[in-house]
């Protein structure tokens, strides 16, 4: 019995081994055979398609073209918004997604990023990265084009003049933006004594330490400019803990007005109201918006939310393609090198606002970058296109804009 | 000794851990100047972090101590939060019957799911430690594919989350208890699980159904992680759904509570040193926050905390080992000078 | 024998191990009113067949009757259900509960009133259990950690009587007991056999089998040899039935010569221990001597060992190695010196059970086979097998694990990690323990050879007639102390020497 169990196991094992490396419907591809095919592509300024059907309705281009996803967390909240939005490019595109599982070592991303080379994908969408400047050198070594992860500076540095490199989307720091931006609602809202929540801070992870800092700068910037603003507790960690409940009781005993976090603050809502304090507290968190939230902010208990637009990193979509197309030359920087295309974020103040644009993180009814949005930036469509117009449409993005648009 | 003496000396002896670790830091944290610890609201931390991490403890002390790793404790918490939740999210009783029937859904739910891992464990004939880190990650998945992903969202309920008031809480626990307590102490179950404990092949020898004995275990684990569930909805008011083993963490509560508890038992019972230990556990965790130890320094004399206990409960029998030495040697050196003489 | 009193019958019972036959067509019967005993050497099939009676394994093929009925019991549990009862050579009870819980094991529901055990009910019926075998001394509301391990057997025997047992089985586990529980054990026995009941009484010791049983039964490799009544019991020929061929008169050492040379090569000085009794105690042992150490149980002897090879704690005194002048400081630096040492607790302090043959002999002896950093496999194969070869251990391969060898194999094993060293002085607590005639007559000339290499050996021994036969010089102790001094001669008897000790 427990041999019979231990073969099945394997033999679970080894298909599922095996549908990872090769998803159905590619048996018949030859590992790196579509990526060598184009290796000569980047020098090209002709496109390479004769005559490409510039249809609508997702048979451009002509071939398939095979993004990997690099992905850490396949439960993350933006990575399923992301999935949906393939989801509904792909009704008007002709590409596929080979997503990675949730990838925890720069070991495990290089072995998904083979995967993708012998699976015969044409590029990678750099989702996470821990292999930094040694990821993108490796799937320019197989031949595939590498779009995301313009935050690193060793990356642009390192392969900016790489052609297989494609550049990325660009917020400066964003998550040192986002702690700006939390506290700049904050005292838009005239809260002056603030609970820092910093969620992973004092544990080492960069994202959260860069969050801090720029409550951090916010709130120095706000005294010099005379505004009376400061730090009466901050609390560390996760929900869960005994520390956590702990800080967060000593927290709340404190006559705080304001509560900045790092972290969404969902799980502070039910402290503060079996506090008492609903009314004297007011909330700015680093968060995605969803469609519950709208109440809070309508109540006025939440007053800013700063979140990542959920489908920028579909825009290496359109990149990739362009590559494939043998565009590649026509989307660099003057200088040659892969262009960091500025964009921004929101930050969410009203209810009206939030509905809006959890509208669009979670129904999928609304894209901040629709199929319209998507085809302005391809060459084949849009002959005339430069790096400017791109950056233009990459940082249009507050509700206004996308609806100026529609 | 007599009867009576006997028992006073294990009430005293199972209380004292708790009376001594909160005097200690009642005068530490007013010694640095930090006055408020273990009382009013600090108390009520303490009461709390008590009753969530003793459930945990409980869970986790029934599997452990007959040497069942059980890694999936905390994905039966989410999971049974998860769906017990949200049922009792959507069917409208009158207060308080909507916070209790939640409590039901939830302890039921945990128990289906301490049945699942028990059925597991028994049919696989997998080390435990291995089955559950296949039936966490069984349960991660429910929990995540059920209710969009949503997880349990219940910040606007208030209604349905009064278990974090110390006297509910309390209540809660002491039912829990006196459950668990005749259960150990007056059933075959009982019997069975403290035999199977130190000498599982003897004691299955002898007709002790170990299969059924552990199911239980499981069933018991389950229905204590709901009742965690339920402590940490009512202080969070959310919960999110974990993938990739990350629910293992909430084990972490359960460690120093459950040595301190198997130390007591021989004295009292194991729930209650169990308990005692929760409340030790919580009284250092809250000491910490007060002297302003940041969470890194939090973890390391949580872990430290730990590990000077095991050094302490698996050495203290040296104490005993020196005395007899001592009075040895003194009778062999009185032997030698006499023959001296 | 009257038919009518059969009780137990087996037809052509067998018990493969793989290739190894344990059992081979043995049919054996077992009768009310009567004491019988099994005897043979180790691995010779004694405790397979009444494993298989009691439930523990089934039978490879066979046919097996109890009280006329066919029988096939599935676990011990449905054993013990049917009126057999047995006490085990390991370990039986389950520590960190009272007494009272381990002799009801299983059957605590016995005492629910109102869905409540009651545990005073519990106590009592346990105390009544041990007081119906004669062990009023011992408190059933006690835990099981608060007696001896020779008191624990016996609560082991209370909890088997306590479900009153047609037929007894007693494997081996009077090696364990103090006087005072073997007689209890026997008076057991024997009230059983005067109730018309039945009783298997399995013992290595043949004089102990000789007195108690009322008839014997021998088995060798698995075959049932002979079945001897009462008057036809005669030592000789038992032995020649249970080794299949004539012992011979060389057994022990053949010469009286006591002699030793002058040079002494231990020095035990005025040491007491942190464990057991010995106190104060002093003596020299020379080179190429083999010392005996005897006395009763409790008297300090084997801590006189582990004293000795720097495994025990000396509060008092020291233990010097006089060719090279260095106090002994611990187990590490007596291996240095050139010293081995035999544990008499074989399975717990002298081999790691779960390990190879392979790896257990070559622990002792890595320093003597290491090229450098290196232990090459080669080299440290020809170093096990020339140890296997030269104690003629019988395995399948050098790489099986040692828990399945029989008793005195796993002894030999034990021989081979400090034979294979090459050891100047050799320390052996109880080394014939649980060991059949053929591998003690086999020790005995590999100890008589080391000695006449020049090796000296300390025998630490609870039968008096091995450390008569073998010893060059022997040492009682009594109470921690030492209570006699003899030297070999032919005219020493065992009464002398018991004399001594009590």
């Known amino acids: 019995m427990k041999k019979f169990l231990a073969l099945l196991l394997a033999l679970v094992m080894v298909i599922g081994l095996a549908a990872c490396g090769e998803p159905a419907g590619n048996e018949s591809q030859a590992p790196a055979s579509a990526p060598a095919g184009n290796s000569e592509a980047p020098e090209s300024g002709e496109p390479v398609a004769e005559g490409p059907e510039l249809s609508a309705d997702g048979r451009y281009p002509a071939e398939t073209v095979k993004i990997g996803f690099v992905n850490y967390d396949t439960t993350a909240q933006q990575f399923l918004s992301l999935q949906d939005y393939f989801d509904y490019l792909d009704d008007y595109f002709n590409f596929e997604i080979m997503y990675s599982e949730s990838l925890d070592s720069a070991e495990a991303e290089f072995a998904f990023i083979e995967q993708c080379a012998a699976a015969g994908c044409q590029g990678i969408i750099g989702y996470y990265n821990e292999g930094r400047e040694e990821s993108v050198k490796l799937a320019s070594s197989l031949g595939m084009y590498y779009w995301g992860q313009g935050q690193d500076p060793n990356v642009q540095e390192a392969c900016g003049d790489d052609p297989y490199y494609l550049g990325s989307y660009y917020v400066g720091n964003a998550d040192y933006e986002y702690g700006k931006s939390v506290i700049d609602s904050l005292v838009a809202a005239d809260c002056h004594k603030i609970i820092v929540v910093t969620g992973g801070k004092d544990f080492g992870v960069q994202m959260f330490i860069d969050r801090y800092q720029g409550m951090m700068d916010a709130i120095q910037e706000a005294q010099d400019g005379g505004y009376d603003i400061e730090v009466v507790y901050e609390v560390p960690g996760w929900p869960g803990t005994e520390d956590f409940t702990a800080e967060q009781t000593s927290a709340l005993a404190t006559d705080a007005d304001g509560l900045a976090s790092a972290l969404s603050a969902l799980m502070w809502i039910q402290p503060i109201s079996a506090a008492g304090k609903m009314n004297s507290i007011k909330i700015a968190a680093v968060d995605t918006p969803t469609a519950d939230m709208v109440d809070l902010m309508a109540s006025g208990l939440f007053v800013g939310v700063a979140a990542e637009i959920p489908d920028v990193f579909g825009l290496g979509v359109p990149m990739i393609i362009n590559a494939v197309q043998g565009y590649g030359e026509e989307q660099r920087n003057e200088d040659g090198t892969a262009p960091l295309i500025d964009c921004g974020f929101w930050l969410i103040t009203t209810a009206e606002e939030m509905e809006y644009y959890s509208e669009i993180e979670q129904e999928g009814g609304t894209w901040c970058f629709d199929a319209d949005d998507v085809r302005s930036i391809l060459y084949d469509y849009n002959p005339e296109l430069t790096l400017d117009d791109m950056s233009a449409l990459y940082s249009a993005v507050t509700m206004e804009e996308i609806q100026a648009r529609r | 000794m007599s009867k009576s003496t006997r028992i006073l000396k294990n009430i005293v002896i199972t209380l004292a851990p708790a009376v001594i670790v909160y005097l200690f830091f009642l005068l530490i944290t007013n010694l640095f100047g930090e006055p408020g610890f273990g009382v009013g609201d600090n108390l009520r931390v303490i009461g709390y972090n008590m009753v969530y991490s003793g459930f945990i403890a409980l869970a986790v002390s029934y599997n452990l101590t007959s040497g069942r790793f059980d890694f999936s404790v905390g994905s039966v918490l989410i999971l049974s939060l998860i769906v017990g939740g949200n049922i009792a999210k959507e069917i409208d009783v009158p207060e308080p019957f909507g916070a209790v029937l939640m409590v039901v859904l939830v302890v039921l739910v945990g128990m289906l799911c301490g049945l699942i891992s028990g059925l597991f464990y028994i049919l696989l004939r997998l080390p435990p430690m291995v089955t559950s880190l296949g039936v966490a990650m069984i349960f991660e998945a429910i929990g995540f594919a059920l209710f969009d992903s949503e997880g349990l969202r219940l910040y606007t309920r208030q209604d349905l989350l009064i278990w974090t008031k110390p006297q509910n809480s309390f209540i809660l626990l002491a039912l829990v208890l006196i459950v668990l307590i005749y259960l150990l102490n007056f059933t075959k179950f009982g019997y069975n699980c403290r035999s199977l404990q130190t000498g599982q092949k003897n004691a299955v020898e002898v007709g002790v159904n170990e299969k059924t004995n552990s199911v239980v275990c499981y069933i018991i684990a389950g229905g204590l992680m709901g009742f965690a569930g339920i402590m940490y909805i009512s202080q969070n008011g959310i919960i999110a759904p974990q993938t990739g083993l990350s629910s293992s963490s909430f084990m972490m509560n359960a460690f120093l509570p459950m040595f301190i508890g198997n130390a007591l038992a021989k004295y009292s019972d194991r729930n209650i040193g169990v308990i005692v230990g929760a409340f030790c556990q919580a009284c250092l965790s809250s000491a910490l926050v007060y002297l302003g130890a940041g969470p890194s320094m939090q973890t390391v004399m949580n872990g430290v905390a730990v590990m000077l206990f095991l050094i302490y409960v698996s050495n203290n029998y040296k104490f005993a080992l020196h005395r007899a030495w001592r009075e040895k040697k003194e009778k062999a050196l009185g032997m030698t000078s006499a023959a001296k003489q | ?502």
């Open chain 3, 1 to 502: 024998m009257n038919e009518d009193k059969l009780i137990i019958e087996t037809r052509q019972l067998c018990k493969n191990f793989g290739p190894t036959i344990a059992l081979n067509h043995v049919d054996l019967k077992i009768y009310r009113g009567q004491i019988t005993g099994l005897i043979g050497e180790n691995g010779s099939g004694k405790s397979t067949i009444t494993s298989i009676l009691a439930g523990m394994q089934p039978a490879s093929s066979g046919e097996m009757f109890f009280k006329g009925k066919p029988h096939k019991p599935s676990t011990m549990i449905e054993g013990a259900a049917l009126g057999i009862g047995m006490i085990v050579q390991e370990q039986g009870y389950v520590s960190g509960i009272s007494i009272a819980q381990n002799i009801f094991l299983g059957e605590e529901g016995r005492f629910r009133r109102h869905g409540i055990i009651s545990r005073s009910a519990m106590v009592k019926a346990a105390q009544e259990a041990l007081n119906n075998i004669g062990c009023n001394d011992i408190d059933a509301s006690w835990y099981i950690e608060q007696i001896d391990l020779q008191d624990r057997k016996l609560v082991e025997l209370a909890r088997v009587m306590a479900s009153n047992p047609e037929v007894l089985v007693v494997d081996e586990t009077t090696t364990a007991l103090s006087q005072r529980g073997r007689s209890i054990i026997y008076d057991i026995m024997r009230r059983m056999r005067d109730e018309d009941k039945a009783v298997i009484f399995i013992s290595h010791d043949l004089d102990e089998l000789m007195e108690v049983c009322d008839r014997m039964v021998v088995l060798r490799d698995g075959n049932l040899i002979t079945d001897l009544d009462k008057p036809e019991f005669e030592p000789n020929l038992i032995k020649r039935h249970m080794v299949g061929r004539d012992m011979g008169e060389k057994y022990y050492r053949e010469d009286y010569d006591g002699t030793v040379s002058d040079e002494v090569v231990l020095d035990v000085d005025n040491v007491t221990s942190g464990s057991g009794l010995l106190i104060n105690f002093s003596m020299q042992v020379h080179k190429g001597e083999i010392l005996g150490i005897g006395g009763l149980s409790h008297c300090g002897m084997h801590e006189l060992g582990k004293v000795v090879f720097g495994e025990e704690k000396i509060l008092t005194g020291s233990v010097t190695h006089v060719p090279s002048g260095q106090k002994i400081r611990d187990a590490r630096h007596a291996i240095k010196l050139g010293m081995g040492y035999v544990s008499k607790d074989r399975d717990h302090e002298a081999l790691v059970l779960s390990a190879s043959i392979r790896d257990n002999i070559s622990s002792a002896g890595l320093d003597k086979i290491n090229d450098g950093p290196f232990i090459l496999p080669n080299k440290e194969k020809a170093y096990v097998n020339q140890q296997v070869q030269t104690l003629s251990i019988k395995c399948a391969s050098i790489n099986q694990n040692v828990q399945y060898l029989s008793g005195g194999n796993k002894q030999k094993v034990v021989f081979g990690k400090w034979i294979g060293r090459d050891c100047d002085i050799l320390i052996l607590d109880c080394p014939t323990r649980g060991v059949d005639v053929g591998v003690k007559a086999a020790m005995y000339a590999l100890i008589d050879d080391m000695k006449r290499q020049g090796k000296t050996i300390i025998m630490i021994s609870e039968e008096l007639a091995e450390l008569i036969g073998m010893a060059d010089r022997l040492l009682i102790l009594k109470d921690g102390s030492l209570a006699g001094e003899f030297q070999r001669s032919r005219q020493l008897t065992e009464h002398e020497i018991i004399e001594c000790m009590i």
